[in-house]
C-alpha cells in the first residue's frame, strides 16, 4: 500500500541532488525543480516559478496550465530515474501516452511560487505500461490533477525505430 508524500516528509539528502541526474530529460527542459521525497511507487517534486521557467508568459507572468501534464510526466519520469540508480540501472526514456481525469483548477502556475507535484503508481505492467494518479499542490491545495498514463520501454532506441517503419 502506498502512502501520500507530503513536504513533512521531505528527504534532504534526496532533496540536495541534482534533479537531472534522475530525469533523461536536458535543459532547457527540464522543468521540474527538485525531488522533495520518495518512497515505494510515491514521488514528490517540486516546480518554482521564475521568469527563466519554460513556457512562461511575460503579459500573465505565469506558466499555463497545460504545462501540468509535463510537470507530471517528470515527476513520474524522476520517480523511475530514482528506482532505476537504486538498482544501479541506467536513466532511460520513457513516453507520455495520455491522461483521465485530467483537472486544471487553476489558470498557470503563477511567478514566484512553488508548486509540488506528487506522484503515486496505481499500476504496471512487465511490458513498461504504467498508470499514475498524479497531483499538482500549491500551498496544500490540489490545482491540478489527473491519471496519466505512461509506457516505458525496455529498449527505447528499438522501439522508436519499430514505430517509425
Known amino acids: 500500500m502506498s502512502i501520500p508524500l507530503t513536504t513533512a516528509d521531505i ?5 540536495g541532488q541534482n534533479v537531472a541526474d534522475y530525469l533523461p530529460h536536458r535543459d532547457p527542459m527540464i522543468l521540474i525543480s527538485r525531488i522533495l ?11 518554482v516559478i521564475s521568469e527563466q521557467s519554460a513556457y512562461f508568459d511575460p503579459t500573465q507572468q ?4 497545460y504545462v501540468g501534464i509535463e510537470y507530471m510526466a517528470q515527476t513520474i519520469a524522476a520517480l523511475a530515474g530514482v528506482e532505476a540508480k537504486a538498482n ?10 495520455g491522461s483521465r481525469k485530467l483537472e486544471m483548477n487553476t489558470q498557470g ?3 514566484g511560487e512553488r508548486y509540488h507535484t506528487r506522484v503515486t ?13 498524479c497531483q499538482i499542490l500549491h500551498q496544500d491545495q490540489v490545482v491540478a490533477s489527473a491519471n496519466v498514463n505512461v509506457f516505458q520501454p525496455q529498449d527505447a532506441q528499438a522501439y522508436i525505430s519499430q514505430s517509425v517503419q
Open 121 to 133: 503508481r496505481l499500476y504496471q505492467e512487465d511490458t513498461g505500461l504504467a498508470v499514475f494518479d
Open 62 to 65: 505565469l506558466v499555463p496550465n
Open 109 to 111: 502556475f503563477k511567478l
Open 11 to 15: 528527504d534532504n539528502e534526496l532533496a
Open 37 to 47: 521525497a520518495y518512497c515505494d511507487d510515491n514521488l514528490l517534486s517540486e516546480t
Open 88 to 97: 544501479n540501472l541506467p536513466i532511460c526514456i520513457g513516453f507520455l501516452l
